[in-house]
């Protein structure tokens, strides 16, 4: 069992509280490799799946690092869930991670964290594709009973997307908020320097903070959480809708933009709701 620390420790401690009821199935898809707030979201992920509140059926990398599925691995097995699945996009590179962006002095931590902490899984050769889990996973639940979380890249959902019938299953594939967020304060704290989440966050962050806008945390809250407060966890109502309609379009080139279109009234983007400041969601991320 990995080591735990506030508020994750108080969620851990809940665990026989919470009532029983059918915990959300939710698979993310993560660029675990570049920036650290990856980490922080499968921190997350890992807790409430310890507490029953969310079934992580799967973990999907969608960076071609090898480092990326071993340092999920870590993170599943530091929280003791070896039942968390985890998929790698091929093919595979040896390639570590190095800040060109903006040469911001922001360090690598997903091979230091394969090399240095135990994990289930040797090799990411050996892990099935993205696709495949999806496939697997969505041809065993009910309709609109999995919820995945995009973290990254969305490469492995439009390839699931142009997946076509298979062993697996018959049917084809087809069907920013964070930034003022800063969250990871308690890891440094409250952590022990045992714990790979802690030393994640060092080595990306540099210069020994653990501060991190909570881009990815945030997104992975709302994917389990949803709308609903959750007094069972001690966490009140977070997130509301903030428009009646419009869509999100997305450009060839990537680059994406909310189009108000009244006609369309089934896509969202979110705000903290008026009981909910930038600190009082950041307790409720990493640290
Ligand atoms: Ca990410």
Redesign the pocket.
């Known amino acids: 069992m990995g080591h735990l620390y506030t508020p994750l420790v108080l969620l851990w401690a809940m665990y026989g509280l919470i009532a029983a009821r059918s915990a959300r199935m939710v698979v993310i898809d ?2 675990l490799f570049s ?1 650290v ?2 980490v922080g979201s499968l921190a997350i992920a890992n807790v409430l799946h310890g507490c029953n509140v969310v079934n992580v059926t799967g973990i999907a990398i969608n960076t071609h690092s090898k480092y990326g599925a071993l340092a999920a691995s870590v993170i599943n097995t530091h929280f003791g869930n070896l039942d968390i699945p985890v998929a790698a996009i091929r093919p595979l590179s040896n390639h570590t991670f190095f800040d060109i962006y903006a040469f911001r002095s922001h360090g690598e931590y997903a091979a230091k964290l394969a090399h240095n902490w135990p994990r289930s899984i040797n090799d990411s050769s050996m892990t099935p594709t993205p696709v495949s889990l999806y496939r697997r996973v969505l041809s065993s639940a009910e309709d609109n009973s999995v919820t995945i979380i995009s ?2 890249f969305l490469t492995n959902l439009a390839t699931l997307m142009d997946s076509h019938a298979d062993a697996i299953s018959p049917l084809m594939g087809r069907f920013e908020l964070g930034k003022d967020v800063i969250s990871g304060a308690g890891l440094a704290s409250l952590a022990p320097s045992s714990s790979p989440i802690r030393a994640a966050y060092e080595w990306y962050v540099g210069r020994c903070s653990t501060l991190r806008e909570s881009w ?1 945390p945030i997104t992975t809250l709302y994917g389990i959480l949803g709308l609903e407060p959750h007094p069972e966890l001690g966490i009140g109502k977070t997130f509301e809708y903030a428009n009646d309609f419009g869509y999100n379009w997305v450009s060839p080139d990537g680059s994406n933009a909310w189009v108000n279109d009244s006609r369309v009234t089934n896509q969202h983007w979110l705000k903290l709701t008026d009981l909910t400041t930038n600190t009082s969601l950041a307790i409720a991320s990493p640290g």
């Open positions: 993560t660029d920036d707030d990856d973290l990254g990815d």
